[in-house]
């Protein structure tokens, strides 16, 4: 059971409450930033035209998303969302490690091998997650926090839509392209239990009632995905397994910090600037 609070700034007085807010929002903000670069490496490499400008609106609006956690943390004194999101190092995420992997290997200016296959499974599961978070988000003790998932949803809802369709257009086609997705079912698979995890404090944000049972987001994200691949022909990939790092303590791969850097480049030469 939640503890309870006459509202926000009441709770703001309780520094274990601030320090499990701050967790949250954190992770809510890294998950969006490392996706969202992710998804801006495919401009161009898209399978066609439409898709480029479809993605890449994706991609924008996610990184806005972002934006709007960060500024809930420089609301609690953490600082800048431009400083927040482009001058930490990398042991100071909190984003999942199915954020932070690349999208295949080479560097998107020089000789990309991507996977569109990884693409579509990718961000499709990350989407049913996300959108399942934020519902749970609409009831948080932190009102604030509450009334930003509350915007983010509506947005959130045609991202989820856009990778149902590619799923729904590519499967049962052809046998390469069966192939492919369920090769991507479960690369994906290997680091999605990295988004269930709520850290540390994770006990502190359930207690203080900041976010709804993980548990129940997890079973319901289970239902839904299984329905969504068994439904097209896919197979599914059965029981989720804790990698070997957990991007909720700030453990990462090598991987977040040479996206970091890009992510940061052009900030670093002069975070003092009007960008």
């Known amino acids: 059971m939640s503890k309870q609070y006459a509202n926000a700034q009441e709770a703001l007085q309780d520094a274990s409450y601030t320090s499990a807010l701050k967790e949250l929002l954190y992770q809510l903000a890294d998950d969006d930033l490392l996706i969202s670069h992710r998804a801006s490496e495919w401009l161009g490499l898209v399978p066609h035209i439409e898709e480029d400008v479809a993605f890449s609106s994706i991609a924008q609006n996610t990184l806005g998303h972002a934006a709007m956690f960060y500024q809930l943390l420089e609301e609690l004194g953490e600082g800048t969302p431009d400083d927040l999101a482009h001058l930490r190092e990398a042991d100071k995420f909190r984003n999942s490690i199915l954020a932070e992997k690349p999208n295949g290997t080479g560097h998107y200016t020089e000789d ?52 149902e369709t590619w799923i729904d257009q590519l499967a049962g086609t052809t046998a390469e392209a069966e192939s492919r997705l369920n090769n991507a079912i479960q ?3 290997q680091d999605v239990a990295s988004l269930f995890d709520l850290g540390p404090a994770g006990e502190d944000i359930q207690k ?58 052009v900030y670093r030469l002069d975070p003092a600037a009007n960008w």
């Open 187 to 189: 690369k994906t698979w």
């Open 112 to 163: 990309p091998d991507y996977d569109w296959g990884y693409a579509i499974i990718r961000n499709y599961v990350y989407e049913v997650f996300k959108r399942l978070r934020l519902e749970a988000l609409t009831t948080s003790s932190y009102t604030p926090l509450a009334d930003v998932a509350a915007k983010v949803l509506r947005e959130q809802f045609y991202h989820l839509y856009h990778w």
């Open 208 to 265: 203080f009632g900041l976010i709804g049972s993980m548990e129940d987001i997890k079973n319901k994200f289970v239902a839904k995905v299984r329905a969504k691949f068994e439904g097209a022909g896919l197979k599914w990939p059965g029981d989720m397994k804790a990698g070997e790092f957990s991007g909720r303590e700030c453990k990462h791969t090598e991987d977040l910090r040479s996206a970091l850097e890009e992510i940061g480049e």
